[in-house]
């Protein structure tokens, strides 16, 4: 959905998706679960009522498990943060700093609608190569937009190449509510037929 140019996605409609992907990874963080280890947009579904919910969560858990971590294809790392793409073991299992970077991630083809890193034809391989080798620094390029300045900092401040200076979704979803006013960004009477008009 997010790459279909056909659907028009309003800053509003982005803004609940950015508010419910915060608190879904904030639920997730604050369970037993602790880590997402693998949120890509893929794993981002719209119910029928306009909501994003966060799917294949507890992975990471199911193959530490049985001691089996499957190879990751390339196209499947392209949301993995620098620090886990250079230590295989830890991607396994994931971290929170590393869910943070996938949001950043994420939030960047929400926001600009296009795939990771906006270079589709750009093989994964040397994206994750580029972003593995952190110098010089490798991240999606910011296009001209009318995103308001305070959230392209927030997915800025999500992909740095320091896990310890990403913040994290319970300080990004106190900073949304402040952005925000507090206010419930979601309109209800939001329908299909304003999102394919």
């Known amino acids: 959905m997010i790459a279909k140019k056909s659907i028009n996605l309003d ?4 803004l609940s998706l950015l508010t419910d ?3 879904g990874m904030k639920f997730i963080h604050g369970s037993n679960l602790r880590v997402h280890g693998r949120l890509k947009s893929r794993n981002c579904v719209i119910d029928g009522r ?5 799917t294949d969560f507890g992975i990471p858990e199911i193959y530490a498990l049985y001691n089996n971590y499957p190879p990751e294809m390339p196209e499947d790392q392209l949301w993995t943060a620098p620090e886990l793409l250079r230590d295989e073991a830890a991607a396994f299992v994931g971290t929170q700093r590393g ?6 991630i ?7 609608r296009t795939a990771p890193y906006g270079l589709p034809d750009t093989p994964a391989e040397e ?3 580029k972003v593995w080798a952190g110098d ?3 991240r999606p390029e910011i296009a001209k937009t009318d995103i308001p300045p305070a959230y392209l900092e927030i997915m800025q401040r999500a992909w740095s190449e320091k896990p310890d200076h990403r913040p994290t979704f319970d300080e990004m979803n106190e900073h949304l509510k402040l952005m925000t006013m507090g206010k419930y ?8 037929k304003e999102v394919y008009h």
């Open 11 to 14: 800053w509003e409609f982005k």
């Open 21 to 23: 992907l915060i608190k």
């Open 50 to 54: 306009w909501v994003l919910k966060i």
């Open 99 to 104: 869910d943070v970077y996938s949001f950043a």
């Open 106 to 112: 994420v939030l960047h083809e929400i926001f600009f």
């Open 127 to 129: 994206i994750i190569g």
């Open 136 to 138: 010089p620094l490798f």
């Open 185 to 192: 960004v979601r309109n209800s009477s939001f329908s299909a």
